[in-house]
């Protein structure tokens, strides 16, 4: 996959000792370093993506970890530090009274173009958490996603960064996360805090946490996704089943609960009288296990595999890749108890096309919390925006409609279909939602309404047409 890769190498090899900076800058490898290791009294180590190997033959002193401590950030109790403006991370290790003897000197990149393989889960409104091994990509993939939404989809969006390793260290954030907000936290105890701080003070569309590892930080998770926030996060954790069998995060994905059933129950479920069960809704919607930078294993529905997994049925998962031609491929995979897969479906689909899904709607009028709500419960592909230009449907009230302000009267004159609720309530919205053919490209969308409109006279369940300008120009 081509993607494109902003390091900022350079800012990490000048905080590094000269006898570890000089032999490193020759390595081959050098674009695929992950991490420098520096430990009191052996000699510093270079770790790349498929190796490892001994950058010189002097052993550590510690003028040489003080060398990198004085030119990095100050280290919080997370010991942690970073250089500004920058992604990389230091990492301390300490002895009993406190010094450090260690140093872990880890590359930070952004990767532009990696989140292509979710970028439609991600802009439709519904809660996703990321699972995967450590250095497998999840806080990549979670920068690119606030990017996305803040500078695409035109949503407020806060990244809560605890270890500043989603923005990079310093006052000023990375561009990594382009428009998107970000909050630092001073100690990990109080990410939690931080999490609902954002929600009550700066009325956030969005919410962007790394690492949710607390039941603390998993109950604030729940409270947020509640108040119709959409929350993107990663966890600790390589898959689902690790999830559920957390006790400390299983409530992510609803917690899990003994219930002892009857007789004649067991006998029809053909199971033990005490079995687990989900025991609520689950706060995220989506879970998306990265198996590497360019596959990943998707549960779509949460709740029914999670109730699967419980009750020992097949899971039915949606595997996708990037193949060497830069298309993104997909195929249904059901798996059963035992371990075995079977492929149920197959297909393949571009980068391009797969954000076409989306429909752009412009609402006025409207009540956008509960608009957003009803498409994520109804799953469908809509994108909400600031910018009418740039819309694919005008959505307002008839109320709205009938009084003609200056915004209705730019949509006509655009010719972008209008369509205009009876009232704003949860029903009529879902009603327009099954109107406006969920699932259909924007072009394709946006030719059968019309095409519809023509039909019915100017009005399909709802929607209004654009009325002709006149030679005098707009009404």
């Given at each position: 996959m081509r993607q494109i890769v902003s390091d900022d190498l350079d800012a990490l090899l000048d905080v590094l000792p000269p006898h570890v900076r000089e032999p490193l800058r020759d390595q081959a490898q050098l674009n695929e370093l992950l991490e420098v290791v520096i430990d009191l009294g052996s000699p510093p180590e270079a770790r790349f993506l498929q190796s490892e190997s001994v950058i010189s033959c002097k052993e550590v002193d510690q003028n040489d970890i003080a060398f990198v401590v004085s030119r990095v950030g100050q280290f919080t109790s997370d010991n942690r530090a970073g250089i500004e403006r920058t992604l990389h991370r230091?990492?301390?290790?300490?002895?009993?009274?406190?010094?450090?003897i260690g140093l872990?000197?880890?590359v930070g990149r952004a990767v532009f173009g990696m989140v292509d393989m979710i970028a439609d889960l991600i802009e439709s409104g519904q809660n996703?958490?990321?699972l995967g091994r450590p250095g497998v990509g999840k806080t990549t993939m979670l920068r690119e996603a606030a990017r996305i939404l803040a500078d695409n989809a035109r949503k407020r969006v806060i990244v809560i960064d605890t270890s500043?390793?989603?923005?990079?260290?310093?006052?000023?954030?990375?561009?990594?996360?382009?428009?998107?907000?970000?909050?630092q936290v001073a100690s990990p105890e109080r990410q939690h805090a931080v999490m609902i701080e954002a929600v009550e003070n700066h009325m956030p569309q969005v919410i962007v946490i790394?690492?949710?590892?607390?039941?603390?930080?998993?109950?604030a998770a729940r409270t947020i996704a509640e108040r119709g926030v959409q929350l993107i996060g990663t966890a600790h954790g390589n898959n689902l089943e690790n999830l559920i069998l957390?006790?400390?995060?299983?409530d992510l994905i609803g917690g899990t609960q003994s219930v002892t059933l009857g007789d004649e129950e067991a006998r029809r479920r053909h199971t033990q009288k005490s079995v687990l069960e989900r025991k609520a809704p689950p706060t995220f919607d989506v879970i998306v296990e990265i198996l590497d930078f360019y596959r990943v294993s998707v549960h779509t529905n949460v709740e029914e595999a999670v109730d699967n997994i419980l009750a020992h049925h097949p899971v039915r998962t949606e595997l996708r890749w990037v193949?060497?031609?830069?298309?993104?491929?997909?195929?249904?995979?059901?798996?059963?108890?035992?371990?075995?897969?079977?492929?149920v479906d197959r297909e393949a689909t571009s980068p391009a096309s797969s954000r076409e899904k989306s429909i752009r709607v412009y609402p006025f009028g409207v009540n956008r919390t509960r608009l957003e709500a009803v498409a994520k419960k109804e799953r469908t592909s809509m994108q909400l925006v600031d910018d009418l230009e740039g819309s694919d449907l005008f959505l307002t009230t008839r109320t709205h409609y009938r009084r003609k302000p200056q915004r209705v009267r730019d949509a006509e004159a655009l010719g972008i279909p209008i369509y205009a609720l009876k009232g704003n309530d949860v029903h009529q919205m879902r009603q327009c939602l099954h109107t406006i053919a969920p699932g259909l490209s924007r072009s394709n969308y946006v030719q059968q309404l019309q095409e519809l409109l023509n039909e019915g006279g100017g009005s399909v369940e709802g929607a209004r047409r654009p009325r002709e300008r006149s030679s005098r120009g707009a009404d």
């Open positions: 230091i990492s301390a290790m300490r002895n009993r009274q406190g010094v450090i872990t000197c880890r996703i958490l990321l500043n390793e989603i923005a990079g260290d310093g006052d000023i954030p990375h561009p990594a996360i382009g428009h998107a907000r970000r909050m790394d690492e949710i590892g607390t039941e603390l930080e998993a109950q957390n006790p400390t995060l299983s193949d060497s031609n830069d298309e993104i491929r997909s195929e249904s995979v059901q798996s059963s108890p035992t371990g075995t897969e079977t492929v």
